[in-house]
């Protein structure tokens, strides 16, 4: 079993700045990769960004390349997705994930993002 606690979301006016965390606990030594999926209302969950346990790799989804960077600190067992130049459509429950196995199995509770215009 793995835990992840996530925090740092909140309310933003557009192009603002948030940083999110999310620290693992638990098994860590089974996890693959880490990542960070959103879902907005109406919308299906999306990955946003994820990176492989050792930090060497990283991914974005489109819509967020050049302006969300995805991190984490081997020590604390912690990711973190500073979002930067936020949108009103990055609105959207934010949910840490990690992958032990074939998919992301394991889930934050998650946290809101509100961006206003």
């Known amino acids: 079993q793995v835990q992840l606690i996530e925090s740092g979301g909140g309310l933003v006016q557009a192009g603002g700045s948030l940083r999110l965390s999310c620290a693992a606990s638990g098994r860590t030594f089974s996890i693959y990769t880490m990542g960070w999926f959103r879902q907005a209302p109406g919308k299906e969950r999306e990955l946003v960004a994820r990176?492989?346990?050792?930090?060497?790799?990283?991914a974005y989804a489109n819509a967020v390349k050049d302006r969300f960077t995805i991190s984490r600190d081997y020590a604390k067992n912690s990711v973190y997705l500073q979002m930067n130049s936020l949108k009103p459509e990055d609105t959207a429950v934010y949910y840490c994930?990690?992958?032990?196995?074939?998919?992301?199995?394991?889930w934050g509770q998650g946290t809101q993002v509100t961006v206003s215009s």
């Open positions: 990176i492989n346990w050792s930090g060497s790799d990283t």
């Open positions: 994930t990690v992958r032990t196995g074939a998919s992301f199995d394991y």
